[in-house]
């Protein structure tokens, strides 16, 4: 890689708010399924584990969109990858958004929105990664996060309240749209950036997991895995779950409010903040206070069924702030951890094991219910406490990161 690749300069203001934007759309189609999940069940007539295994097809295919476009980043460039991906999300969000009218279609269509989709979230870091200087870069990149938390917000509360009222079909169509507009506005935002090439060894299989040799990366991937384990069968689930406890609570449209509420508007605020944290305190730091509130939050939710909603709402919000407070700043380590020129590839190794960690969650909460005979009772309790384990691992992952101060420069 050039030294003018790795100096390049600053993104404009406008460039940053417009990619941000683009992360806000691409999320709206995100999260469809998990809020419009109680209705197209019903509709669809599937079991906890059928349904479970739809969000896993995205999942998967998420991780391998996820793995692809890393790897290729380095190869081909960061913005070249990103915009590829983000049209082929646009048409496949539009097909899911037509046709998705069955299990089986629904499933097909929502694993091939997850293979297009994943190639817009690691490209889009290293974007920021090649332009945003360390001192400001975990503020940056939880500001991109953030906007895919306030995607996720619009998604849950639009596709809740709609299936409720209209049916799974309006939910559908409105939020698989959204990566139509994404594409829209990534494009003249990316039209003055630069495509960085970079070259050498990540390219080839072996030289990819050199970067695993290091105790800083290693652990960061280890952590970042276990963290994925717990948000991704979180983010399946515990809308479901805040459904039946708000079933009896008003209209269908506050419903989805609340719930996107509290897991999501709690995420855009936790990656505002978080990522800005670990530029003043130290990455370490916020990894391990992220991950312990994370795991008591997992150990807790699933015994709550029955509680004051009030405080179910409470700490589903605690939930939603810790489960995805770590993101910004694991990938803002990240890039700190790997040389410029092995990035993508490093991207694409943590990809796959996170995301296929990920990507069995929610199925294998949906088999806990299933054995647990339904979505209630202890079912909840034991599935949300599986989803901990992972959050457990990820805490001692960061605590076995070497101690790092703030860069001040």
Not at 346 to 353: E, F, K, Q, T
Request: aromatic share 10%.
């Amino acid at each position: 890689m050039t030294t003018a690749a790795i100096t390049a300069p600053a993104p404009r203001p406008l460039w940053l708010v417009l990619l941000c934007a683009s992360r806000f759309a691409t999320s709206l189609s995100f999260m469809v399924y998990a809020g419009a999940l109680g209705p197209a069940m019903q509709a669809w007539g599937m079991s906890a584990g059928e349904a479970g295994s739809i969000q896993t097809a995205f999942n998967v295919g998420y991780a391998l969109s996820l793995v692809g476009s890393s790897w290729f980043a380095d190869s081909l460039g960061a913005k070249r990858v990103f915009l590829w991906a983000s049209w082929a999300t646009a048409l496949t969000g539009v097909a899911f958004a037509a046709f998705a009218r069955s299990a089986e279609s629904g499933l097909l269509l929502f694993a091939l929105m997850g293979l297009t989709q994943g190639g817009t979230y690691a490209p889009s870091i290293m974007l920021v990664a090649q332009g945003v200087p360390a001192a400001r870069r975990g503020a940056a990149v939880g500001w991109l996060l953030a906007a895919g938390s306030l995607g996720y917000f619009a998604s849950i509360a639009l596709a809740a309240g709609l299936a409720e009222r209209f049916g799974y079909e309006a939910a559908f169509i409105a939020c698989g749209l959204g990566p139509l507009l994404a594409a829209l506005l990534a494009t003249p935002g990316l039209q003055g950036r630069a495509n960085l090439v970079a070259g050498g060894p990540a390219r080839r299989l072996r030289g990819a997991f050199r970067f695993l040799a290091g105790r800083r990366s290693f652990l960061l991937t280890a952590g970042y895995t276990a963290h994925c384990w717990e948000l991704l069968g979180m983010w399946a689930w515990l809308p479901a779950f805040l459904t039946a406890g708000l079933a009896g609570s008003g209209g269908a449209g506050m419903r989805g409010l609340w719930i996107a509420g509290a897991i999501h508007v709690s995420g855009f605020l936790s990656s505002l903040l978080m990522g800005r944290a670990s530029d003043r305190l130290g990455r370490r730091a916020v990894l391990v206070a992220m991950g312990m509130l994370g795991t008591a939050c997992s150990f807790t939710i699933g015994w709550m069924d029955g509680m004051p909603l009030a405080l179910v709402l409470a700490v589903a919000a605690l939930y939603g702030f810790s489960a995805l407070g770590d993101s910004p700043v694991l990938s803002t380590a990240m890039t700190e951890s790997v040389e410029p020129g092995s990035l993508g590839a490093a991207l694409a190794v943590r990809s796959i094991l996170g995301f296929g960690a990920g990507g069995a969650a929610p199925l294998a909460l949906g088999l806990v219910l299933d054995r647990a005979g339904g979505a209630g009772g202890s079912g909840w309790g034991w599935g949300f406490a599986l989803l901990g384990v992972g959050g457990g691992l990820a805490t001692v992952c960061a605590l076995l990161l070497p101690a790092d101060r703030p860069d001040r420069s």
